[in-house]
T-cell receptor
Framework: GAVVSQHPSWVICKSGTSVKIECRSL??????MFWYRQFPKQSLMLMAT?????????EQGVEKDKFLINHASLTLSTLTVTSAHPEDSSFYIC?????????????FGPGTRLTVL | DAKTTQPPSMDCAEGRAANLPCNHS???????VYWYRQIHSQGPQYIIH???NNETNEMASLIITEDRKSSTLILPHATLRDTAVYYC??????????????FGKGTHLIIQP
């Protein structure tokens, strides 16, 4: 149990285009999902917290108008990178917290590698 | 969340026990110790967590010192597939909407054949 999927697993796009990444909890309900970004040889950095049915909370320095997050259901959150530029190229990873789970561990998706040309 | 200190890298022979240390000298009474690992180009994987008692599951054991200022993650019989970056994270275990995790640099564990 506790499986999180992401789609696509990798994407290449041209500068200026928008890219949508989906994060799904496959076998549990997730009231809270998180989006992280990881640059090469660096650790994961939390970008935003996504709560079902409400606006996302962004970490300091993350532009909310550039990284649009929608969490419309208990099993799906989406991250849209708008007007992507080469510096947005990164590994984007989501995680979800199981609503019914006793513990506080988060379950992570496999990640989406974004390359902006 | 309390700060943690981990060695940047470690080697371990396949089949031996891998012992990964973590210092968290500023841990507070309501903070738990969590361990995650990240295999190259994959999302992190939860391993284990504990408050003050030693914990064991199918993946690993967690030994926390009596003063809780440090802990050790033990992989009893390391395999090549255990090669990964291991993160020790100290945080409060919240019951409601959880905060995101703060990842440090972790320990790059390399299992040698």
């Amino acid at each position: 149990g506790a499986v999180v999927s992401q789609h696509p697993s990798w994407v290449i796009c041209k500068s200026g285009t928008s890219v949508k990444i989906e994060c799904r909890s496959l076998d549990f309900q997730a009231t809270t999902m998180f989006w992280y970004r990881q640059f090469p040889k660096q650790s994961l950095m939390l970008m935003a917290t996504s709560n079902e049915g409400s606006k996302a909370t962004y970490e300091q320095g993350v532009e909310k108008d550039k990284f649009l997050i929608n969490h419309a259901s208990l099993t799906l959150s989406t991250l849209t990178v708008t007007s992507a530029h080469p510096e947005d190229s990164s590994f984007y990873i989501c995680s979800a917290r199981d609503k019914g789970y006793r513990h506080n561990e988060q379950f992570f998706g496999p990640g989406t590698r974004l390359t902006v040309l | 969340d309390a700060k943690t200190t981990q060695p940047p890298s470690m080697d371990c022979a396949e089949g031996r026990a891998a012992n990964l240390p973590c210092n968290h000298s500023t841990i507070s009474g309501n903070e738990y110790v969590y361990w995650y690992r990240q295999i190259h180009s994959q999302g992190p994987q939860y391993i284990i967590h504990g408050l003050k008692n030693n914990e064991t599951n199918e993946m690993a054991s967690l030994i926390i010192t009596e003063d809780r200022k440090s802990s050790t993650l033990i992989l009893p019989h390391a395999t090549l597939r255990d090669t990964a970056v291991y993160y020790c994270i100290v945080r409060v275990r919240s019951g409601g909407g959880a905060d995101g995790l703060t990842f440090g640099k972790g320990t790059h564990l390399i299992i040698q054949p």
